[in-house]
Every structure is written in structure tokens, then in C-alpha cells.
């Protein structure tokens, strides 16, 4: 049985990563600054997110999901390219995860979590994850200026990472009852 949720685990962190690109390329796809760096890049919270509760199964889910999708959108690159752009897709909030359980105090089983904590824990994601790609990418020669594509990346990241944060507070907080509402104590 864990198997089987490992493996559902990493087919529903795949598909949500890919439908966040998917998602993220139809709305903002034509405002990149260079190579793949989004002005908001929206997925980035997803990754965070998944990574977060998914530790290690999201991170591989993500992985396949960025490959696939960096296959379809980039095949004249090939498959190398697809497969280490997702490798960094999906390494690059784990490590973060990682880098935070040890240097920023994160709980290692998320049971208690500040919003400070989140801001700076969703800060070293965005930055970490816009250098692994920004060095792939210019190791690659697509990106010309590292300096100015990796700024860019990082905040379209951090933003990206902030908008979901917050969608998902405020779906958190629409489920929950209000102060107000009378609760039915089940009769």
C-alpha cells in the first residue's frame, strides 16, 4: 500500500506541476525576458508547495512533469535537456526544503510554521531554484546575461511562490468556518 501512494504521489505532483506550466505558458507565455524567465512564474509556488508536504515523491513528481513538458515545448533541444531542466525543476525545492530544515529552523515534519518562516523558507526556493537553472541554461549557451536572467528568475519565482501561498491561504480560510456561524454540535 505505501508504494501505491508513493506512486499516486508522484503522478499527482507531476500532473499538477505540468498543468501549472501548461496554465502559466497560456496566460503569461508571451512575456518571457529570456530564455524560459517568466515576468510571474506561478509554478514555482506549486513546486514550493509540493515539495513542502510531498518532501522527496514531489520532488521526483515534478521532475517528470518538467520533463515531459520541457521535451514538448523544447524537442529541438532534446532529451538531455528535458531531462536535466526537469532534474533541476524538481531538485531545486528540495534541496531548498533541505538547506531550510537545517539553517532556518523549518519544522521537518511542517506540523508548526510561521508566515516569517514561509517568507524566508519560499526566498532561498526562489533564489536557489533560479541559480541551478539560470547556470543550466547558460552552460547551454541560452541565456546571455546570467547576472540579469537569474534577478529576473528569482523574483518571477518569489512572486509566483507568494501569489500561491496566498491563493491557497485564502481557500484555506473560505473552507473553514467563521467566528460568526453558529456550528451544529451534531445532534
Not at 508536504?53 to 520532488?59: F, I, R, T
Request: charged share 10%.
Amino acid at each position: 500500500m505505501k508504494s501505491l501512494n508513493k506512486l499516486l504521489i508522484i503522478v499527482l505532483s507531476a500532473s499538477v506541476y505540468y498543468l501549472a506550466l501548461y496554465t502559466n505558458e497560456w496566460l503569461l507565455g508571451d512575456s518571457e525576458f529570456s530564455f524560459d524567465v517568466h515576468w510571474v512564474f506561478f509554478p514555482s509556488g506549486f513546486r514550493f508547495i509540493l515539495v513542502l508536504l510531498a518532501l522527496e515523491w514531489g520532488a521526483l513528481g515534478i521532475a517528470l512533469g518538467g520533463m515531459l513538458w520541457n521535451y514538448q515545448v523544447h524537442p529541438d533541444l532534446g532529451l538531455e535537456f528535458a531531462f536535466i531542466t526537469g532534474c533541476v525543476a524538481g531538485f531545486s525545492p528540495w534541496l531548498a526544503r533541505k538547506l531550510s530544515v537545517r539553517f532556518l529552523g523549518l519544522d521537518p515534519e511542517f506540523k508548526v510554521v510561521s508566515p516569517l518562516a514561509l517568507l524566508k523558507i519560499s526566498l532561498l526556493f526562489a533564489t536557489l531554484s533560479a541559480l541551478l537553472h539560470q547556470v543550466w541554461f547558460f552552460s547551454q549557451g541560452l541565456t546571455e546575461n546570467l547576472l540579469n536572467s537569474f534577478s529576473v528568475m528569482a523574483l518571477s519565482n518569489w512572486a509566483g511562490t507568494l501569489m500561491v501561498l496566498m491563493a491557497f491561504k485564502f481557500l484555506i480560510q473560505r473552507s473553514q468556518p467563521s467566528a460568526n456561524e453558529p456550528r451544529n454540535p451534531g445532534n
